[in-house]
């Protein structure tokens, strides 16, 4: 079965600084592969999807993320935090099965 | 339209008892998924529907756990003699199948929250 490994479960910007979340499949073939953000007492929201069509996806909120075959990787990134973006964070990955599956979530502080 | 909703927000249970979980999916979306996130387990994906198929069962984690979707649209997650280790945020989500039958972008109710004492 496809899997997402998220490396870190939490992780502290400052304000300004560079976002970096990382994600990495299982799969030889990439998967279709999603970035979720979830805000305190909220359901998910989509960031962003890999489909296939490009390397680089841009998402919302200024994130975008890079698919990277030879890594096996599609890390999340934003070039400078906001306060309002402290969040949790899935990766999630959907192949054959309609179902998703979902890393373990980072938690992302972004300090003043 | 309207996004998924869920119902209740927080649902306060005793050991034994039996809870109903309501989701109302995005109007003509003809997927819906039940997917559980508990403290130190992550999201866990519990069962899906398509349309008038066979649900995908295959996640949920006993007998007590079922689910049905009534007219296509409207969903009840039913979880019978409730034990502690059942609480957790249970999370509706829907999606439009695309015509390769490849995920489309699942959106994601608010969610209930369940409390067994």
């Known amino acids: 079965a496809q899997s997402v490994t998220q490396l870190g479960s939490h992780v502290s910007v400052s304000e300004g600084a560079l976002v970096l979340l990382r994600c990495n499949y299982s799969?030889?073939?990439?998967?279709?592969l999603f970035w979720y953000v979830q805000y305190p007492n909220q359901g998910l929201q989509l960031l962003l999807k890999y489909t296939s069509a490009a390397t680089l996806v841009k998402g919302i909120n200024g994130f975008e993320a890079e698919i990277k075959k030879s890594e096996t990787s599609f890390h999340l990134t934003k070039p400078s935090a906001h306060m309002s973006d402290a969040a949790e964070y899935f990766c999630a990955v959907g192949g054959s099965a309609r179902q998703l599956t979902f890393g373990s979530g980072t938690q992302l502080t972004v300090l003043p | 339209g309207a996004g998924v909703s869920q119902s209740p927000s927080n649902k306060v249970t005793e050991k034994g008892k039996d809870v109903e979980l309501r989701c109302d999916p995005i109007?003509?979306?003809?997927?819906l998924y039940w997917y559980r996130q508990s403290l130190g387990q992550g999201l866990e994906f519990l069962i899906y529907f398509q349309g008038n198929s066979a649900p995908d069962k295959s996640g949920l984690p006993s007998d007590r756990f079922s689910a049905e979707r009534t007219g296509g649209s409207v969903s009840t997650l039913t979880i019978q003699r409730t034990q502690q280790e059942d609480s957790a945020v249970y999370l509706c989500?829907?999606?439009?199948?695309?015509?390769?039958?490849?995920?489309?972008?699942?959106?994601f109710g608010p969610g209930t929250r369940l409390t067994v004492l």
């Open positions: 799969s030889s073939v990439p998967p279709y």
């Open positions: 109007s003509g979306h003809t997927a």
């Open positions: 989500a829907s999606s439009s199948i695309g015509a390769a039958g490849r995920n489309n972008e699942q959106f």
